[in-house]
């Protein structure tokens, strides 16, 4: 539940992948995409992310068998329902 904090995600995606010893695997939890209510409008972060769109990006940076499934639901005070995923990758 941290990449939707940082700006430039897809930069933090390539140095992880650099700090791993070869074969190791990199998890990532985080929103699905969401209408920003999440953090509130005023949050500088991104809306959540697309896993599709995400393991796209990984491949780019040559991780390797990255496989996402749905793992939980935040149910906030306000009734709202936030999913979260859970995505694999291998280096």
Same mark, same amino acid.
């Given at each position: ?7 430039? %995600?897809? #930069? ?10 070869? #074969? ?13 209510? %999440?953090?509130? $409008?005023?949050?500088? =972060?991104?809306?959540? %992310? ?21 793992? %939980?639901? =935040? ?8 999913? =979260?995923?859970? $995505? $694999?990758?291998?280096?």
């Amino acid at each position: 539940m941290v990449l939707h904090h940082i700006n430039d %995600f897809e #930069g933090i995606i390539n140095i992880f992948n650099s700090l791993l010893n070869p #074969g190791g695997y990199l998890e990532i939890a985080d929103l699905y995409p969401e209408d920003g209510s %999440f953090n509130g $409008l005023d949050a500088k =972060v991104h809306l959540g %992310f697309d896993p599709d769109e995400l393991t796209e990006i990984l491949k780019m940076a040559e991780f390797k068998n990255i496989e996402y499934k749905t793992c %939980f639901e =935040v149910n906030r005070e306000s009734g709202k329902n936030y999913t =979260v995923f859970s $995505l $694999l990758a291998k280096n």
